[in-house]
């Protein structure tokens, strides 16, 4: 389903029903937002936005489903890969499935929001380092002010 006048947006479709699907956006700059009924909404993403998309689904036997994808929206076509209600798909900076990884990712997540940095700023190597180290049952080097700096830097200067 499409948001009017949504042309260049990527947009995600989030379901809400507690305890069976929940799906939410732990961070990113939501550019539109549309609310279709109360489990259920689509929000929209510039072109070059950072956000990560959080799924997570039970049935009466428990978990069946929790993954964390860190996605920029846009890109060229073939950059994109498809995810499960994301339109038209974005470019996969961390791919993680299983509680322990998702939960780990979270918690670098919450770290570096603890720096005062904002997640969708970060540089995109570091996520794809993450999704490499925590993918391998490793711990991810962490992001530092310093490595935020020279990334702020080098984007300064690079056209």
Request: hydrophobic share 40%; with cysteine; aromatic share 8%.
């Amino acid at each position: 389903m499409s948001v009017p006048g949504s042309a260049g947006l990527t947009e995600v479709t989030l379901i809400w029903d507690e305890g069976r699907i929940e799906q939410w956006i732990r961070f990113g700059r939501i550019a539109r937002e549309r609310i279709v009924d109360r489990h259920w909404r689509i929000v929209g993403f510039v072109d070059g936005s950072v956000f990560a998309y959080v799924r997570w689904q039970a049935n009466a036997y428990g978990t069946v489903l929790s993954r964390i994808d860190i996605l920029r929206a846009g890109g060229e076509r073939a950059e994109r890969v498809a995810i499960p209600g994301v339109t038209p798909g974005a470019q996969c900076l961390l791919r993680l499935s299983g509680w322990p990884k998702v939960e780990a990712a979270l918690e670098t997540i919450d770290r570096i929001e603890a720096l005062g940095i904002a997640p969708e700023r970060v540089c995109p190597e570091h996520w794809r380092h993450v999704h490499n180290r925590l993918s391998l049952g490793r711990a991810a080097e962490p992001y530092t002010l310093d490595r935020h700096r020279a990334w702020l830097l080098r984007q300064s200067v690079t056209p």
